[in-house]
């Protein structure tokens, strides 16, 4: 059975919307504007769930995906959509979560941040499946909406010679002694050096060392053995290559890190995000700043080289231990303190031992920082500014809602960085501040938006 639908608008992961017979029917790969003919595959008393079997009118925004398990593989999503037709997708879901979620409106809207858009994705978990019916070893992203690992032979978002070896991958895996028993290999690649980590559940055999061995030194890769969970990862071969790490240029930064460890994962999106936070988040030598969910320091570094005090705040003590090593190595561990603290358990009088910060920059996961925003003091004393960087929209709605309607803040700006794109995923940043008055606008940044998608 199909029906005929005219699509009215694009939800939060990329799904056209329309209506028949009064029930919402989300359309996968229908875009905002075509009329489709669709087959349900899910059906619920009050929607459904459809795909797309003939297109009757295009949408001008419709462009041919840019890599050929585009549909298959459950990676990406919204190849299909313009770049500048996605970016705008992700503002527009920023706006409705602000508005509808934490009926708040930015002062500004910021321009968006746009990046590289292919071979982008620094750090990815690929699943690996032996299946004897499809001839061998598969090594990919699942499939879309299933489990099952996609039969794909490159990926245009991972970096090109990490996305031309999927083959060699799955020969390798193929003629392992263990091939049934190597269930993920970990991407992460750094400015000099890329890393696979194999997530072993048995001990390579010595033939299956060599075979490995010959296959880093063939690919000019390190690879990594990780038997048990991800602190038991190490390098296996070769043992001499430089460490991973990325660079903040602009900052002179250079952060080392473990390929198991969370980094952003856009390299060039993540270096105009770090520029626009510290631009509004504008530090000071005397100003002492928290920032909360640190991770290895990408946001505490820059504030630091700005001559501003900083504590950063993190839930890992593995990543608090990097974030140690990075000060150090970068020469600022005189203006930077880091303490492991788990803050979806924050307090009020827990944030009042850490003591007085004049800004804050907050970074967490999707989750939110609810129990941080609720903590902040009603006297006037909480820091005067805010930049928080968020990678869900909904939560960042919900917090911003507490900011300004209970904490008396002004949501000042907001914008979001195409950090992944051809997928769903919408990062952003938020500015807030105290005061009736005063932030200057070149702490709102237009001047730092680069130049959109080709
Ligand atoms: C989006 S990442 C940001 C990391 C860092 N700011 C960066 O840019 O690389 C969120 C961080 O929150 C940390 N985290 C997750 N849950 C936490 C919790 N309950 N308490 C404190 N930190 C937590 C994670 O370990 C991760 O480092």
């Known amino acids: 059975m199909s029906y005929r639908l005219t699509i009215e608008s694009l939800d939060h992961d990329g799904r056209g919307v329309a209506h028949h017979e009064g029930k919402a029917i989300f359309v996968d790969g229908a875009l905002t504007g075509e009329v489709v003919d669709a087959s349900p595959y899910r059906k619920k008393d009050n929607y459904e769930q459809a795909q797309v079997e003939r297109i009757v009118r295009t949408s001008a925004t419709r462009v041919k995906p840019g890599c050929q398990w585009f549909g298959v593989c459950g990676g990406c999503t919204h190849q299909h959509l313009h770049e500048s ?22 002062e500004a809207m910021l321009s968006p941040i746009h990046g590289p858009t292919w071979g982008y994705r620094t750090k990815a978990r690929l699943s690996v499946r032996h299946v004897a019916k499809k001839g061998g070893v598969l090594v990919g992203f699942h499939e879309r909406r299933s489990s099952y690992v996609a039969d794909m032979h490159g ?31 970990e991407v992460a690649v750094g400015d000099t050096v890329a890393v696979l980590v ?24 390190q690879v990594w053995l990780q038997p048990k969970g991800p602190d038991t990862a190490q390098p296996f071969h070769p043992l001499d290559a430089p460490p991973l790490a990325y660079t903040l240029p602009e900052f002179g930064l250079s952060m080392p890190f473990k390929p198991t460890e969370f980094t952003q994962v856009n390299h060039g999106v993540n270096r105009m995000l770090v520029r626009r936070a510290i631009r509004m988040l504008d530090p000071q030598p005397n100003d002492s700043i928290a920032d909360f969910f640190c991770g290895l320091g990408n946001f505490t570094l820059p504030i630091a080289r700005r001559g501003a005090r900083v504590l950063g705040i993190e839930g890992s003590s593995a990543l608090v231990s990097r974030a140690l090593e990075n000060a150090r190595l970068n020469g600022l561990d005189h203006l930077t303190r880091y303490q492991v603290m788990n803050l979806f ?16 920059l907050i970074d967490p996961p999707r989750d939110g920082a609810i129990e941080l925003v609720k903590s902040l ?29 209970v904490k008396g803040y002004r949501l000042r700006a907001a914008g979001v960085a195409n950090m992944f794109p051809h997928t769903a995923h919408v990062e952003s940043i938020a500015l807030f501040e105290k005061q009736a008055a005063g932030v200057s606008s070149e702490l709102l940044p237009d001047s730092d938006a680069v130049a959109g998608p080709a």
């Open 85 to 106: 037709a996605q970016v705008a997708a992700k503002q527009r879901i920023l706006e409705d979560c602000l508005t509808h979620i934490g009926k708040v409106k930015p």
């Open 155 to 185: 990926c245009e978002v991972l970096p090109p010679r990490i996305g031309r070896m999927l083959p060699a991958m799955r020969a390798l895996v193929a003629s392992l002694a263990i091939r049934d028993r190597l269930p993920q290999i």
């Open 198 to 221: 194999f997530r072993i559940l048995e001990a390579l055999t010595p033939e299956d060392e060599d075979k490995v061995r010959a296959f880093a030194e063939a690919h000019q890769v």
């Open 345 to 360: 358990e924050m307090a009020p009088e827990i944030l009042a031992a850490l003591g007085r910060f004049d800004k804050w």
């Open 377 to 405: 003091p009603e006297d006037g004393s909480g820091p005067s500014r805010i930049v928080y960087v968020s990678c869900s929209p909904a939560t960042l709605a919900r917090d911003a809602e507490v900011l300004v309607h």
